[in-house]
């Protein structure tokens, strides 16, 4: 690692502090990160990036998850309110919260991808003064969402990355592309930016993480125990009656929903590698005398391979129609999520491993880590890459924690975020002795 770079993140690391906090402190769910990513376009604009947002960067069919429309705009108009910058707005509108930022060099060498992830939580976070956030006063103000997961830390590494790399494109070749992604939480943002093409003529993909259950200090070149998932939620529809009076004149939809979520339970595994189904919530009913007319449910599948996870979940769809006939009510399941298995490169985790090594802040780093580690919609970015023929990679940078991820206590020690930049930006600082390398 140069002095140069090792300068550069130094200087950087108060600004990084203030950064994190005050996208903590503005914490925005999947589809509605308009405060975040008009704050990430105007800083990534003013450094000399060329900027792609909002429909330019996603595929409007392909996404998943997506608020009402009437949410979005009020959450809009929310984020307009705590400081957005208002010119970016407008590509944004509508929860197109994604952006690509490009540098390049006019050097000859190979398309370096990067991706963050900018999205919240739908969490409210503690408030006490035992919790570092609330009790400095950056905890989240906005109900109901809180970064819980780190990424308001990735994004802060994307935006200081972007720093560090345009000050020292002298050095750099070939063509940078940072990619800002919204709505990884539920794994929901990433297949639409894939489908929109925004790594097709990557080289070299890398997508990160901090924490994880990995120790500070530690490096994943080549994490590969991330699930394939789809994620659904179910709507039974029957017909109400007098419990009392009339019950035959019923058709109880709440009775097809348990009876699904008992026979959910109650599936088979599959023989080729693990498997998860999880009925998180059931929802229905309208009152005690009152043959249930809806029933909802939020489910989802896991595999070790895409192919497990597909088994799981046409299992699932079998049970639920099967149910549904049952009791001889309609149902209807809208697609909510999904991610996709994905093994890194060999060659470019190699490389990675390389590179690291020079990092002083890493004391161990390793290819890959053992502990499962759910689900992560960067891998439909990743096997994009590869189907184009490049190389793909996901990282996990280790840190403390103040308590594990999804918590309403959760919070890292910001350091991680200086010792990522150091070791992303060596990665494109170093990119054209990949061939020998590898």
């Given at each position: 690692m140069s002095c140069e770079l090792s300068q550069q993140v130094s200087a950087l690391a108060p600004i990084l502090t203030a950064w994190r906090r005050d996208l903590h402190q503005y914490a925005e769910s999947g589809w509605l990160e308009f405060r975040t990513a008009s704050k990430v376009a105007d800083t990534l604009s003013q450094l000399g990036y060329h900027l792609q947002l909002g429909r330019e960067v996603?595929?409007?069919?392909a996404r998943m998850g997506l608020p009402p429309e009437a949410v979005l705009r009020e959450q809009e108009q929310r984020a307009l309110a705590q400081g957005a910058v208002a010119r970016w707005l407008p590509a944004f509108s509508g929860g197109f919260t994604g952006i690509v930022a490009t540098l390049s060099t006019g050097r000859p060498g190979p398309v370096v991808g990067f991706r963050v992830d900018m999205d919240a939580l739908d969490l409210n976070e503690q408030q006490d003064d035992q919790h570092r956030p609330f009790r400095d006063g950056f905890a989240s103000c906005n109900p109901g969402m809180m970064h819980a997961c780190g990424h308001d830390g990735h994004t802060t590494i994307g935006i200081g990355l972007a720093q560090v790399l345009m000050a020292m494109r002298d050095q750099l070749c070939g063509t940078i592309k940072l990619i800002f992604q919204p709505a990884e939480e539920g794994t929901r943002g990433a297949k639409s930016m894939a489908e929109a093409g925004v790594v097709d003529d990557v080289d070299f993909f890398t997508a990160i993480h901090i924490g994880t259950g990995v120790p500070a200090g530690h490096l994943v070149c080549g994490n590969d125990t991330f699930m394939a998932t789809t994620k659904f939620d179910v709507t039974f529809t029957g017909v109400a009656a007098h419990a009392g009076g009339k019950p035959e004149e019923g058709r109880n939809a709440l009775l097809a929903a348990a009876q699904?979520?008992?026979?959910?339970?109650?599936?088979?595994?599959?023989?080729?590698?693990?498997?998860?189904?999880?009925?998180g919530v059931l929802q229905a009913g309208s009152g005690r005398n009152v043959v249930p007319s809806q029933?909802?449910?939020?489910?989802?599948?896991?595999?070790?391979?895409?192919?497990?996870?597909?088994?799981?979940?046409q299992q699932a769809m079998n049970v639920v129609a099967g149910a549904a006939a049952m009791h001889g009510v309609t149902h209807e399941v809208t697609l909510m999520g999904a991610a996709q298995s994905s093994k890194p490169s060999a060659p470019w985790v190699r490389f990675i491993h390389r590179q690291a090594e020079a990092i002083p802040e890493l004391v161990q780093v390793v290819d890959r880590q053992d502990a499962a580690a759910g689900s992560e919609d960067a891998t439909y970015l990743m096997?994009?890459?590869?189907?184009?023929?490049?190389?793909?990679?996901?990282?996990?940078?280790?840190?403390?924690?103040?308590?594990?991820?999804?918590?309403e206590r959760f919070d890292f020690d910001e350091s991680v975020m200086a010792v990522a930049i150091k070791t992303l930006a060596t990665l494109a600082l170093n990119i054209r002795d990949f061939p020998e390398e590898a």
């Open positions: 996603i595929k409007a069919d699904a979520a008992l026979g959910l339970h109650s599936l088979p595994r599959h023989s080729a590698g693990a498997s998860r189904i999880n009925v029933a909802a449910m939020k489910v989802e599948t896991r595999g070790a391979t895409n192919a497990v996870n597909e088994f799981i979940f096997e994009r890459v590869k189907a184009h023929g490049g190389l793909a990679s996901y990282m996990v940078f280790g840190c403390d924690l103040s308590a594990g991820h999804h918590n």
